[in-house]
Nanobody, 125 residues
């Protein structure tokens, strides 16, 4: 059974940092690309950042460039999203996702096969 388990969310103030983790079970971790998405109330789920299977390439949304960093530890079957200089507009439920598709890195929801349950990130001003 495939499971993606996010952790590390919480309530922080603007300017603070958080490091989200996504533990992957039931998949060969180094055979999947990983992505992070977020969904704010009343909005569509949007791409935040992604990383290829071998971590040789990453991508991130313009809104988080320079502040968020995606990484992975293939030995620990875990992906990470380091979020610095958080802003109130970063408030959302954050989801990790895994892709077994052939594309090395996707920035769309349809590019991912498996999803976690999400972790809430709230940034107060």
């Amino acid at each position: 059974q495939v499971q993606l388990v996010e952790s590390g969310g919480g309530l922080v103030q603007a300017g603070d940092s958080l490091n989200l983790s996504c533990a992957v079970l039931g998949l060969t971790f180094n055979a999947v690309a990983m992505g992070w998405f977020r969904q704010a109330p009343g909005k569509e789920r949007e791409f935040v950042a992604g990383i290829t299977r071998s971590a040789d390439r990453t991508a991130s949304a313009d809104s988080v460039k320079g502040r968020f960093t995606v990484s992975r530890d293939n030995a620990k079957n875990t992906a990470f999203l380091q979020m610095n200089s958080l802003k109130p507009e970063d408030t959302a439920v954050y989801y990790c996702a895994a892709s077994r598709f052939w594309a090395p890195l996707s920035m769309t929801r349809s590019g991912y096969n498996y999803w976690g349950q999400g972790t809430q990130v709230t940034v107060s001003s």
